[in-house]
Nanobody
Framework: QVQLVESGGGLVQAGGSLRLSCAASKWIFSSYTMGWFRQAPGKEREAVASITWSGGSTAYADSVKGRFTISRDTAKNMAYLQMNSLKPEDTAVYYC????????????????WGQGTQVTVSS
């Protein structure tokens, strides 16, 4: 089974940028979808962005549209989340996940999850 490892989190001031990376241990099949989710303290996990592995079709939560960009490098089995214009409300643990089907934000469809990386945005 594929394993996912996130990196790139950290502390940044409001208005700043971070780029998260997600490394997959095995080949990601073209039918798969990669997604980024986040969970803030005391809140439920929410979807942030998703990308289909084959065609690169993307989807974004309304709260991050225009600020975040999801991308993937199929040759390296890597996915990325470029986060710009960060806000304190973006503070959360960010997780990447893999779904074996084409999907968007249905978290139940994602069956492999990384361990998460902390993003903290100071005001």
């Amino acid at each position: 089974q594929v394993q996912l490892v996130e990196s790139g989190g950290g502390l940044v001031q409001a208005g700043g940028s971070l780029r998260l990376s997600c490394a997959a241990s095995k080949w990601i099949f073209s039918s798969y979808t990669m997604g980024w989710f986040r969970q803030a303290p005391g809140k439920e996990r929410e979807a942030v962005a998703s990308i289909t592995w084959s065609g690169g079709s993307t989807a974004y939560a309304d709260s991050v549209k225009g600020r975040f960009t999801i991308s993937r490098d199929t040759a390296k089995n890597m996915a990325y989340l470029q986060m710009n214009s960060l806000k304190p409300e973006d503070t959360a643990v960010y997780y990447c996940a893999v779904a074996r089907i084409a999907t968007r934000f249905n978290s139940e469809s994602y069956d492999v999850w990384g361990q998460g990386t902390q993003v903290t945005v100071s005001s």
